[in-house]
């Protein structure tokens, strides 16, 4: 069949197999929108704000593993764009990113809408293609999925001049199989002999840690992940990216690791004698001081890209690889292996892991009579099992979160981890409802962060997503006020929400349903009334402790031992 331009990026979404395609319309795409409209099988949600846009198909991709597909019209709606795609870009999420461009004769000419979009966002994507023929925009498509959704995911973006998409030019249309990328060959199998080390290493340890990352979650290795701790029955810490690939619940795991991970967790990994890294890349948020990051320990550390590998952390062991693949040959050596593991040193091991448990870094006034905002979520997660997706934005409310919502699956968690983006949260959650329409779906977010992109509640009417909003409302952004707290003496430097919408009646503006709670007592029946309505958006205003700290806490230029407690007269332990 002959197509347009238009017509051949919409069917080569079809061909994708997309379901949801996020987007806003301008003149640069027009050509593109008319394709739209003469077809079924893709459906379009029209957000309110292009950067709402791309966290949605961001969450989409997140909570399904499938790549999220968005389209932005040129200028400001690419750059609109920008933020969400530097999100994805961070947290190796699969996408494909459509902007349109002026007409090719005029691109360089400062055009009406024009921007570089190819220049702008090549340092937080991992590919971006500017196509200028026709003949080319089939195969390019096949690669920007092939790119977006292999190795190490990523945001492709495919930049599409108007005249490219001019429907009185057709030509005949071929969708490829597949696509060589001479350049690009991601390797998916680790080699042996590092794999065989690595095994040794583990073998002969006598204070072993697990640590894992999201790239469990996006390489879908959670059952090889347990699997494989549970044959060694070793402590399992893990990344804010990696919640939820091994089971919070589980005895073995040690909580979150990192700037507000738990005791165990970062004392276990400072006195650890060996760490295997699965899937993580030594964030700054994890190690802290680097050159006092786990001083007795050999690293082994696997992933799939080669370059997050020593990046940061020099490793003892590397090994390239997927980590389904690298996994289940570590579990065959592991079975079939001879060496005899030290039993008394690894239960002497348990025994200090467990002193450091007893701690109980996570305890907060459970008496209190102004509503705690780790109460809300304990009790968010009693109301929905332990079985909601949970999406969030960035703060102090991001840290409860995983803190205090114990995941037990994969994919449930959907939050922005390395760019730590304000306004996530609420079209995170509407993408990641539309492809679980069945599932309880919640925002847990702040004052200050839902408002960056509270227009998506009108998007939220538009398509029936009764999601519901968690707002932990301290009227302080208050991360920021926290930090000031510490480090500046507490002069609270524009961190006050000064002026704060009523959201109950914000939320009815939009047609959904508001809520305002102010008692500890109220909390639970009013998260079960919410999500007991089943079809409608509930907007959920909890009036939070606005002194309440997130702890465990690493300071800046702290070591990742070296954690600020809740002081025994902050605790008032129940």
Known sequence: MELSGGEIVVQSLIDEEVEFLFGYPGGAVLHLYDAIFHQQQVKHILVRHEQGAVHAADAYARSTGKPGVVLVTSGPGATNAVTGIATAHLDSIPMVIISGQVGTPVIGTDAFQEVDMVGITRPCVKHNFLVKNIADLAETMKKAFYVATTGRPGPVVVDVPKDVTDPSIKIPYVYPEEVVMRSYNPIIKGHSGQIKKAVDLLLNAKRPMIYSGGGVVLGEGSAELIEFSKLLEFPVTSTLMGLG?????????????????????????????????????????????????????????????????????????????????????????????????????????????????????????????????????????????????????????????????????????????????????????????????????????????????????????????????????????????????????????????????????????YGHVGMQIEKPADVRPALEEAFAMKERLVFMDFLTDRTENVFPMIEAGKSHHDMKLRSPSDKELS
């Open 245 to 509: 690939a091994y089971p919070a619940t589980d005895e073995q795991f040690v909580g979150m690791l990192g700037m507000h991970g738990t005791y165990e967790a970062n004392m276990s990994m400072h006195e650890s004698d060996v760490i295997i890294a699965i899937g993580a890349r030594f964030d700054d948020r994890v190690t802290g001081k680097l050159e006092e990051f786990c001083p007795y320990a050999k690293f082994i550390h696997i992933d799939i890209d080669p370059s997050s590998i020593s990046k940061t952390i020099q490793v003892d062991v590397p090994i390239v690889g997927q980590v389904t693949e690298v996994l289940r040959e570590m579990i065959v050596l592991i079975k079939s292996s001879n060496i005899v593991m030290d039993q008394k040193a690894l239960e002497a091991w348990w025994s200090q892991v467990n002193k450091w448990r007893d701690l109980h870094c996570l305890e907060y006034d459970r008496n209190s009579d102004i509503i705690k905002p780790q109460h809300v979520v304990e009790q968010l997660y009693e109301v929905t099992n332990g079985e909601a997706y949970i999406t969030s934005d960035v703060g102090q409310h991001q840290m409860f979160a995983a803190q205090f919502y114990h995941f037990d699956k994969p994919r449930r968690w959907i939050n922005s981890g390395g760019l730590g983006t304000m306004g996530f949260g609420l079209p995170a959650a509407l993408g990641v409802k539309l492809a679980h329409p069945d599932s309880d779906v919640a925002c847990i977010t702040g004052e200050a962060s839902i408002q960056m992109c509270i227009q998506e509640l009108a998007t939220a009417t538009q398509y029936r997503t009764p999601v519901k909003v968690i707002n932990l409302n301290n009227r302080y952004m208050g991360m920021v006020r926290q930090w000031q707290e510490f480090s500046y003496e507490s002069r609270y430097s524009e961190s006050y929400m000064d002026t704060i919408p009523d959201f109950v009646k914000l939320a009815e503006a």
